[in-house]
């Protein structure tokens, strides 16, 4: 990995993510030797909106049974299990963060799913997968941290079929004044790689990946994040919460977060873009 790479692996994955997990699902009451899917609900999704927002893009984005889906940025796995228990889909997730994958594949094991989701670990700007080995792309809240969009966005048309479905919510650029820091994508500054809505849309269609919808969420995000606070400010240490997966500075972070938002320094976006035949 290049020294950027190993940043984003060391912001995200500083401690054993699947032994804290563990620790904190049996605090919590449940036994780690029999997981089920709802056992996981309140951690698996830490993207902005968990899993409801995952089921929104799903249906958003047409997403069918049968289909071949690419997760960019999986994290623990949560979206690709969804997607796969809910909507039918078969999901291979890549995430740069070494930790992410490995907890990914534990939980995915411990409750039975690895038959329909993998994980890898990677950079989603250079896929180890074929031309055209997907129906379609995903991604949730992870292209804040890449530097080369434009080299991302080549790389997901490219293992997209013709007319296959590049999904995906993100943060973008708002006001342009700077971001109040730490945040969840970046404790410093040289890992947030914001851009404007403008400057996303002329990068997809320059990557052959034509828009088919693209709305602002920013308003929904922001009561997400106040009943997700409320959540953590609530929770004990039997109580699982996204502080499980982000242990440090979780409180300053959705704060920051909030403040980002409702400032105007950014805003949310999801999107649809079909891959050029």
């Known amino acids: 990995m290049g020294a950027g790479e190993q940043a984003i692996d060391r912001h995200y994955g500083s401690a054993d993510i699947s032994a804290r997990i563990l620790a904190a699902?049996?605090?919590?009451?449940?036994?780690?030797?029999?997981?089920?899917?709802?056992?996981?609900?309140?951690?698996?999704?830490?993207?902005?909106?968990?899993?409801?927002?995952?089921?929104?893009?799903?249906?958003?984005?047409?997403?069918?049974?049968?289909?071949?889906?690419?997760?960019?940025g999986c994290g623990i796995g949560g979206p690709a299990r969804t997607l796969a228990a809910e909507f039918g889909c078969r999901v291979s997730g890549i995430d740069l963060t070494r930790e992410f994958v490995r907890a990914a594949e534990m939980l995915t094991e411990r409750i039975g799913m690895s038959a329909q989701c993998d994980f890898r670990h990677g950079d989603g700007a250079s896929l180890p997968w074929p031309d055209a080995s997907f129906d379609a792309v995903w991604s949730q809240n992870m292209l804040m941290n890449v530097p080369d969009k434009a080299a991302l966005f080549v790389e997901v048309a490219r293992v997209l079929k013709p007319g296959g479905r590049f999904a995906f919510e993100s943060v973008v650029a708002g006001s342009g004044e700077a971001i109040h820091l730490p945040c969840f994508w970046a404790s410093r500054a040289e890992l947030s790689h914001l851009v404007t809505r403008e400057a996303l849309e002329k990068l997809l269609e320059q990557a052959g990946l034509d828009i088919a919808a693209l709305d602002d969420t920013t308003a929904s995000v922001i009561a997400q994040g106040h009943k997700r606070k409320a959540a953590v400010d609530r929770a004990d240490a039997a109580t699982l919460s996204i502080a499980v997966i982000v242990p440090e500075d979780v409180t300053t972070k959705m704060d920051n977060a909030l403040r980002n938002n409702e400032e105007g320094r950014t805003r949310t976006v999801k999107g649809v873009c079909r891959r050029r035949a």
């Not at 609900?41 to 409801?52: K, L, Q, R, Y």
């Open 25 to 72: 699902l049996a605090a919590a009451g449940k036994d780690p030797a029999q997981l089920a899917r709802s056992d996981l609900a309140a951690i698996d999704e830490f993207h902005g909106g968990g899993i409801a927002s995952t089921r929104e893009l799903a249906r958003y984005a047409g997403l069918t049974a049968g289909m071949a889906v690419l997760d960019i």
